[in-house]
Structure formats: structure tokens, C-alpha cells
């Protein structure tokens, strides 16, 4: 069964670095989505993108955020800055249509030092 | 604000026991209500709910939808060790389809 691919699957950095996270949507699909989950805590939502642009942000993805298709498979969220706040599980997700539901990437996992 | 709230936050059972997980719910552009099964790193989905009163069924788990009262729940019949998971539910709203999740229900089988 085609999965939602996510790379690295953890990521150490420094504060103040950038980080570039990468995930390779199931291929058919045309709604992506990036997610997050810091320990112990809920899974926020962060930023929906289809059709090459942002449909949709949360008050998490604030300027420091990015995201980027840069080709037809690759949808990657960047951190321009990072801070220890930003410590989570980063999930990449995807859907086909606007009605179906929603598949997760395995995630990565994001360390600020 | 969109609110999903679940209950029991943890439940420990013994192989072969069934048991109903709740999710309840306010949201203001109510889509649909998925459930998911999060083991180590990915939620998997388990079932999408649109419409109030049709149960939704995959081997020994069931799911209903109740869209007057606002909830729902997840059933697991014959439970086995497999089954402990973190179960979370999510509500989809908004143009976007994004996603409010619950904080889930730890779920621990044992043998």
C-alpha cells in the first residue's frame, strides 16, 4: 500500500539553525498538510497547501515557517530559526481529494539543542 | 475555538475484552470525524464519519457517529495485545479540512 514518506526520521539541531524537513506525499495525492506533536502533547495542525499554495496556516506557522513543493513529489517545511520550542514530532500528511481522508508519514522527529 | 475531548484518557483491559472509547466534540464548520491509530510514530487511519447513525465496521472495530449530541465512539471487540495503542479521534472542519485532534485514549491490552 503506497505510504507517505518522511526524511530524516530525527533531526538534531542547534538553536538558531535552519532546518529543512522533507516528506514525499502519496503519489496520486493533491492535498498536503504538515502536523505536529510535541511530547506528550496533541497533535496541532500547522499549514494546508494544494494546488502550489497555502490554503490554510495556523497561529503556530508564523514567519519563521515555510513550506515549499519544489517539484512534482517533494513538499518540505522549513524552519528558518529554530528554538528549543520547536523540540516535536513534525508528521507530513496527504489526501487524494478534498473528501478523503487523511494519511500520515511516520514523521520526524526534531531535537533543538 | 474547535474542541475535541476523549475519554477514558487511559483504559487497561485483558485480552478479550471489548471496549467503547468517546470522543465528544464542538466545532463550528463540522466536515467529519476521523479515528486513528497512533502505535509509535504515525497516526493510521481507522474510519472517517460523515453521517449521525451509520455504524462504520473493520474486523472488531466499529465506529458510530452522533452529529445531534456531538460524539462518537469506538468499539474493539475480543481485544488483543496488539490492539494497545493510543487511539485518538479528530475533527475535520474548515475550508482546509484541517484537522483538531483529541488527546486520546491510551489503550493497553493484556495478555
Redesign the interface.
Given at each position: 500500500e503506497p505510504e507517505v514518506t518522511q526524511t530524516p526520521s530525527h533531526q538534531v539541531t542547534q538553536m538558531g539553525q535552519e532546518v529543512i524537513l522533507r516528506c514525499v506525499p502519496i503519489s496520486n495525492h493533491l492535498y498536503f498538510y504538515w502536523y505536529r506533536q510535541i511530547l506528550g502533547q496533541k497533535v496541532e495542525f500547522l499549514v494546508s497547501f494544494y494546488n502550489n499554495e497555502i490554503s490554510e496556516k495556523s497561529e503556530i506557522f508564523d514567519d519563521q515557517f515555510s513550506v515549499e513543493r519544489p517539484d512534482g513529489s517533494n513538499f518540505t517545511l522549513k524552519i528558518r530559526s529554530t528554538k528549543l520550542e520547536d523540540s516535536a514530532m513534525y508528521f507530513c500528511a496527504s489526501k487524494r481529494t478534498i473528501n478523503s481522508p487523511l494519511h500520515f508519514g511516520n514523521g520526524t522527529r526534531l531535537t533543538v539543542t | 475555538e474547535d474542541k475535541v475531548v476523549q475519554s477514558p484518557l487511559s483504559l487497561v483491559v485483558h485480552e478479550g475484552d471489548t471496549v467503547t472509547l468517546n470522543c465528544s466534540y464542538e466545532v463550528t464548520n463540522f466536515r467529519s470525524l476521523?479515528w486513528?491509530k497512533q502505535e509509535k510514530?504515525?497516526?493510521?487511519?481507522l474510519f472517517?464519519l460523515t453521517s449521525s447513525g451509520i455504524e462504520k465496521k473493520s474486523g472488531r472495530l466499529s465506529s458510530i457517529l452522533d452529529k445531534k449530541e456531538l460524539f462518537s465512539i469506538l468499539n474493539i471487540t475480543a481485544t488483543q495485545t496488539g490492539d494497545s495503542a493510543v487511539y485518538?479521534c479528530?475533527i475535520?472542519s474548515?475550508?482546509?479540512?484541517?484537522?483538531?485532534?483529541?488527546?486520546?485514549t491510551q489503550l493497553t491490552v493484556l495478555p
Open positions: - | 476521523l486513528y510514530k504515525a497516526p493510521t487511519f472517517m485518538l479528530a475535520e474548515g475550508s482546509a479540512r484541517q484537522l483538531t485532534f483529541g488527546s486520546g
